[in-house]
């Protein structure tokens, strides 16, 4: 058999490493692009579902662009930096061509019609109101402190709730003075500056979650990594977090004034012990709320921070686990050794109540603590001290979703779709750091890459990612420092048979056999009765069992002829009979090009005869066999007369 | 150009993996191969230089070869387990098929003449004298627990030091007791059972350094992998560690009695910190001592626990950094933090003398300790609570000589050699678990792996390394579950043109015009005057700049061409020219085949011409391009008289 040298290079790695069953290449796929000549670093993307308009946050630049297609620009405004503060920029060192510009990091929706912007602006963070309507901003121009970093190279995040903006950035200039904080005209708060609190963390990502569990108040949740406190190694480690706060606080009234009385941190934890896993730093974070969904799920791309030569995983968590963690967990404690060490283990002693950073819910309206401002010193003492839980938010089947090598995962979105056989699969998009991206699914506890897209013909990191789950118009956009791209969540239509179509697990695609085509469901309006997928892979249902076509070729005595074979799937294994003896091995007689092509060379009449291309794929426990190609030879003593048909390569 | 395609597939791993020049096949190199019919686990090799004579230790057998062709057997004796103790062993709920037989796993020099012998005999280890004359076991069969592990799949070490056994091992049926002891009729020694000395070790290697720096006493080194008290992480964390005991000690009288007093333990650091590597799998030690060497080096083999996917280091360490943390570092101790929690920080009270664990030095003596059983009970009692070194082990640069991905070396061995230049070299020889070989020296700071070889057919993990040193006999041995080999250190004569020598930048070849062949410096006795080699790649002081031989080729109108480029370094590009233009990127015209030939399809009178392959090899900043093949086509429209020469593919 002619085989591959795949599966010699991935070595040790191979189990960790699920392989896309299809790859796209950048030009084989109908990609809508937006990009701006001149513009960078289009990092900030948020969606209008009502205005079917995509706002994007570049770098000196904001646009609203169709969300339909991206290509179609509707709006544009420029924010450059001063000539004057670019050169106070670069007096401080900085570089003026790239760091002392004005790089967007925050894009908000703040009231109908206007955005909330901020910028970098040449190291010195400033905020502004954009019109929608006049896609102009109001020139505010406020102070940007705490709601943006100085440096573009450092982490930020932010969510916008009710008007209030919460964010995750640094407070100064040389991006030293980690922060969490509400912008807020009525209560503003703020994390303490204090290691226990923050330790040189990367945000990552914030959202709210509304009090649909009725425990009293809406929480909003900020993710990142931060170096750890509680453990130690040969170096420093980090370690990834959860951490909560309460839309109801307001400070207290002494202790922890204008501070956060509700801020409780715990691990994130994602990891395989039995193979010595460990994906201590996260990358992305995405929170999954559909209907039909228990509760809400987070989803968390994750790297290893050691002896990383390229590992990622996905890790999911339920809201409730992570809820039960900061109500009913164990808080930790630092406790000095020997004077000069501190160590932070478990504390065992009594906790006072109300619960330390828990939100005001009814039990403690009943108590009397009708607001933060009314607990006890010694409730806002311990939290203020024990803002770390000991224990840990472990992940759904206490095992990682998708572990993969070979690449470095940047961001996540994951869409909820309903298959024909009527059951949901949370499909994860994941991009990668080298501009692709991975679509996975579940399926009976083993992870399926349908497929990977090239989003970017450059190998460039994915900075951001954002779904569009729109009925009918599902979209995934992807932002990287040269651009934006607008990619379908499926390409069914690239399924030419009904094999193709089934085998490739997507619940997105169907086979209808009425249009002898592969059709994305979600873009089918017509009756569902008769169409064919089945997400087990199953193609004995397929009308067209094996296509019988076959090309015949003519060659010449001593000559080489190549066969054709094009078959997609990176899984399968492609096997060439001839006169149905299968060809063994790589020989001075046969040779593999342009990946599945036969070469045979010094043609002579005993070569003549049918050879046959067959996929020979795995799919879950049964191999599939299918036909990919058939060619009939036949090898002519030439005489100068016969006219000769050759086959372009 | 035709670029491969291995670029892509190493990804962010090719910072870590410098890939061996040349890739030896088995079957392309002459290996002398021993092994005994049904005879398994050739796991212990013991050479003897001054008989020429290669002992091996496997399962149920012992024998003795031919150190300069293995493939002679000159004795052999059975050491099978009986009915009777198998059956026993297998009631235990042992296999009886592989568990319960017996593994040699100790085999020392016990006096001229003889070898002392154990083997783990169906979980009863026991231990005997060989006779080497008889070639027959003198039947004491002592009890060899201590000295030999239960289990075969167990970790063990030991070391004969003038009639001593010091061993590393495991002390009981379940391995659950570790223990490194020392085997004497006058003063028997152990370790304390306890966590502090030995916490789950796997033993890797032992050795005696005679005490050349005066300080006092001969010591002995174990080396260790071991579960860490003084980090933590999500999971147990394994730390490599270097004890020492010395060979003086004699216990102590009360406190330590039959116990070390000499027992002190250090981490061995193999890390990259830049960029967050951590090797802390210790796999194999050897150390070098040679003529001309200051002082004794440490060679370990080091594998990460943590996300490996395959990665592997080397680390080097002098001798007096070891003994440095030993008489002059930190000690750790245990502190109880908050009743139940045991943290191990650094000791910064002060330090009773003698110092403990120090061996009984002249000032020692001086001050009238003259042995370990006069020491005070406060230097007993502390080196008791406190082996455990708070310095650590650095290696010598502060970084891995070695680091490679895509492996998992096992074994290593390090050969000091001078080349024509009059420098000493220091090379490596490191196997893998997949039966390979590579041999790699520093050059100017930067790792160069000279080559690889396939050491067994099977990709079988290799158990032992040993180096035969002897001036004209330079020769590898290696042990593995199926046989053993013995490789030359080089291949020399497999370089057929003076730039193919010098370019492979191994020490141990040298271009020799006269013979016109690469030989091996210590093969050769001649004046050494007339000999190339030049350590840094250059090729200039070869005579055959460039081979003007050529290859013409005559081929029909229509046809396909494969012209032959064969060339063995894996770091060298080739680039294919026609008419002096470079053929750019794979096309519909060509292609590559077995490697790097050239396919040219559709041959027409325009495809005539000289075609040249072209190797480019980056040699530290410079690039050497050098011809591999010249061909010369001539493409004939056919009449049926004109004959044909076709090319053998």
New interface residues.
């Given amino acids: 058999m002619l085989l591959p040298a795949l599966a010699m290079?991935l070595?040790?790695?191979a189990a960790?490493a699920p392989t896309p069953r299809i790859t796209w290449e950048h030009r084989e796929v109908q990609l809508v692009q937006f990009h701006e000549p001149g513009v960078f670093n289009y990092s900030i993307l948020l969606l209008s579902e009502d205005r079917d308009t995509l706002y994007v946050g570049a770098r000196e630049a904001v646009f609203a662009v169709n969300a339909l297609n991206i290509s179609e620009k509707q709006h544009e405004v420029h924010w450059k930096v001063s000539e004057d503060k670019k050169a106070k920029c670069a007096e401080k060192g900085k570089s003026k061509q790239t760091e002392c510009l004005n790089y967007v990091r925050v894009l908000q929706p703040f009231s109908a019609g206007v955005l909330y912007v901020c910028g970098t602006n040449a190291f010195q963070p400033t905020c502004d109101h954009l019109n929608l309507t006049s896609f102009k901003f109001l020139g505010r121009n406020e102070d940007g402190k705490g709601r943006c970093p100085f440096d573009p190279a450092q982490s930020y995040t932010s969510v916008m709730v009710d008007g209030d903006l919460y964010s995750g950035t640094s407070y100064n200039f040389l991006g030293s003075e980690p922060i969490i904080s509400r912008i807020s005209s009525h209560s503003p708060l703020r994390t303490e500056y204090a290691i226990p609190w923050l330790n040189e963390p990367s945000f990552v990502f914030a959202d709210v979650i509304r009090d649909s569990l009725d425990s009293g108040d809406d929480r909003v949740y900020f993710f990142f990594t931060e170096v750890s406190v509680?453990?130690?190694?040969?170096?420093k480690?980090m370690i990834p977090r959860v951490a909560r706060v309460c839309k109801g606080d307001l400070g207290g009234l002494r202790t922890l004034q204008k501070k956060w009385t509700s801020f409780l941190k715990a691990r994130l934890?994602c990891?395989r012990?039995d193979s010595?896993?460990?994906f201590?730093v996260l990358q992305d974070v995405f929170i999954l709320q559909a209907r039909g969904l228990k509760e809400p799920v987070f989803y968390g791309v994750f790297t290893?921070?050691?002896?990383?030569?390229?590992?990622s995983a996905v890790c999911s968590y339920n809201l409730s686990t992570v809820e039960g963690v900061f109500s009913r967990g164990k808080y930790m404690?630092s406790?000095t050794?020997?004077?000069?060490?501190t160590?932070w283990?478990?504390?065992?002693g009594a906790v006072p109540t109300p619960r330390p950073g828990a939100c005001i819910n009814r039990a403690a309206r009943a108590a009397n603590f009708s607001s933060s401002l009314n607990l006890p010193d010694k409730t806002l003492q311990f939290v203020k001290d024990h803002p770390l839980m000991d224990d840990s938010v472990t992940p759904i089947d206490s095992k990682p979703r998708l572990i993969k090598?070979?690449?470095?995962y940047t961001q996540i979105v994951v869409d909820r779709t309903q298959a024909l056989d009527g059951a949901f699969y949370d499909v994860m998009f994941v991009s990668t750091d080298r501009g692709a991206l991975h679509k996975a699914v579940s399926l009976n506890g083993d992870v399926h890459i349908i497929e990977e897209t090239q989003l970017f013909q450059d190998l460039e990191p994915v900075q951001t990612l954002l779904l569009s789950s729109k009925k009918g118009r599902k979209f995934v956009y992807a932002g990287s420092n040269s651009g934006v791209v607008q990619a379908p969540v499926a390409y069914c239509r690239n399924h030419i048979t009904c094999q193709d179509c089934v085998l490739t697990r997507d619940p997105y695609c169907a086979w209808s056999p009425t249009e002898a085509a592969c059709v994305a469901l979600h873009e089918t309006d017509g009756p569902r009765r008769a169409l064919i997928q089945d997400m087990s892979g199953d193609v004995s249902t397929c009308p067209d069992k094996v296509r019988e076509s076959f090309r015949q070729h003519f060659f010449?005595h001593?000559?080489?002829a190549?066969l054709k074979c094009s078959q997609r799937s990176n899984l399968a294994r492609v096997v060439w009979k001839f006169q149905n003896g299968v060809l063994t091995a790589?020989s001075?007689k046969y040779?593999l090009?342009?990946r599945n092509n036969l070469?045979i060379?010094?043609l002579s009449e005993g070569d003549s005869g049918v050879y046959q291309c067959l996929a020979e794929e795995k799919v879950r426990n049964k191999t599939v066999l299918r036909l990919v190609a058939k060619h009939i030879l036949e090898v002519r003593v030439?005489?100068?007369q016969t006219p000769?048909v050759?086959i372009?390569?």
Same sequence: chains 1, 2.
Avoid at 230 to 235: D, G, K, P
Avoid at 337 to 341: A, I, L, P, Y
Avoid at 345 to 348: A, C, G, M, P, Q
Wanted: charged letters at 15%.
């Fill in positions: 290079l070595g040790t790695a960790f509680e453990y130690e190694f040969v170096f480690l934890i990891a012990p010595s896993l460990v201590n290893p921070q050691l002896n990383n030569i390229g590992l404690q406790a050794v020997e004077q000069s060490h160590k283990v478990r504390y065992n090598s070979g690449v470095n010449k001593g000559g080489t190549e790589e001075p040779s090009v342009r070469l060379f010094n030439l005489s100068p000769v050759t372009p390569p």
